[in-house]
């Protein structure tokens, strides 16, 4: 019982401080970006906007801390979706955990090339969504007003009440995922993975991605499981696989993602995010 208070505790101690300052920064973004702004940014969609959500997916982790209040803010502030859905994909599996455990594999040409197909499958599927027009399927959005206040105090307060409404938002599924990550860093040590997973199985991928999903995307949550899999002689796309399921197949993301995208939309991206996991592994396993 103490070992997982301890590690809830550390969970919440390490997501805290960056939730507050990516809903800062979500509030921020809100009170100066008009949408006619992010038409001058963006491009409407067009090669520097997709740019800028390959940046931010780079540099964004995926958790509902960080990734999921600018993914909500940029959406609600009139980014197109397939923008957003390019961020979606791309800022998980950019992760340190799946690059490590592919450069400390394959070389970092390896890495390079892992990075590479990470940012052509965000783009492709991207262009993809705005193909299909499922921008229009996207559920009703709050409506966003982007005009700054008139004094300094007047700003100070509507950044404050957007900071907090948007951590009313995401807390909840935040503690969700941390509680269901104690349970896997309790009772799904590296050791048991290993045994299952390690014996060269055809169902090997399918099921480490499985088993990665409930595991929270900290690298100290992450890396110390995917090292001994690693030690343990487990294959290498085996070991990116769950990484890559830990690093983006969430299930409190995903019910935040449904409300906020619709399920349909979900559903397509949820599709993408398997596909890229399993192909990902099976391609490390070839190359391994």
């Not at 502030?77 to 394959?106: E, N």
């Not at 590479?116 to 399927?137: A, C, K, N, Q, Y």
């Not at 290993?194 to 999903?213: K, N």
């Not at 993602?257 to 559903?267: M, N, S």
Request: with cysteine; proline share 6%.
């Amino acid at each position: 019982m103490s070992n997982s208070f301890l590690a809830f505790g550390g969970m919440l101690l390490g997501c805290l401080p960056v939730l507050v300052v990516s809903c800062v920064a979500v509030a921020l973004l809100q009170t100066y970006l008009t949408r006619e702004r992010v038409k001058n940014l963006l491009g409407s969609g067009g090669a520097r906007g997709y740019l800028v959500a390959v940046a931010l997916g780079i540099v964004t982790p995926f958790s509902a801390a960080s990734g999921l209040p600018l993914a909500a803010g940029l959406l609600e502030s009139g980014v197109p979706l397939g923008l957003i859905t390019t961020f979606l994909v791309i800022c998980p599996f950019v992760s340190p955990v799946p690059v490590l455990t592919v450069a400390a594999d394959l070389g970092w040409e390896g890495g390079a090339i892992y990075l590479g197909g990470v940012i052509g499958l965000g783009v492709l599927t991207g262009l993809l969504f705005d193909r299909l027009g499922l921008e229009r399927r996207l559920p009703p959005l709050p409506e966003v007003h982007a005009e700054p206040a008139a004094s300094g105090s007047e700003l100070a307060m509507g950044v404050a009440q957007r900071t907090w409404r948007m951590m009313q938002r995401v807390a909840p599924y935040l503690v969700v995922g941390m509680i269901l990550a104690t349970l896997a860093y309790l009772f799904l040590p590296g050791e048991a993975l290993a045994r299952y997973v390690g014996d060269g199985s055809w169902w090997a991928l399918p099921v480490a991605m499985l088993l990665g999903v409930p595991v929270l995307n900290l690298v100290p949550v992450l890396f110390p499981v995917s090292l001994v899999l690693v030690e343990k002689g487990v294959a290498l796309g085996v070991v990116l696989s769950f990484s890559m399921s830990a690093a983006s197949l969430k299930l409190p993301e995903s019910l935040f993602l449904a409300r906020l995208l619709g399920v349909r939309v979900l559903a397509y991206l949820l599709a993408v995010v398997v596909s890229g996991v399993l192909g990902a592994g099976a391609l490390a396993t070839l190359a391994g």
